[in-house]
């Protein structure tokens, strides 16, 4: 995950039960998770089916194809 976030990429988790998908951008996740983590070890939970078997890429961001995109901010809960 650290060298997505050095090459300022968007990690997206598609659920593979319902197929809900977020993206983030690399950086906020490596701040929040260990930056040595590989992006298929993320303890990403869906949050529609509430499943863990989330399929995650990661892709350089096209700010000029993709201006709908919504990319969330991962935040710590206590």
């Excluded at 995650?56 to 710590?76: C, H, K, L, Q, S």
Aim: proline share 5%; with cysteine.
């Amino acid at each position: 995950m650290g060298e997505a976030a050095r090459a300022e990429m968007l990690v997206t988790a598609r659920c593979r039960g319902c197929g809900h998908a977020a993206s983030f951008l690399a950086s906020d996740l490596a701040s929040v998770a260990d930056p040595a983590l590989a992006l298929d070890r993320l303890p990403f939970r869906c949050r529609e089916c509430r499943l863990r078997d989330c399929e995650v890429n990661a892709e350089e961001i096209e700010r000029d194809r993709r201006p709908g995109i919504v990319i969330w901010r991962p935040t710590r809960l206590r």
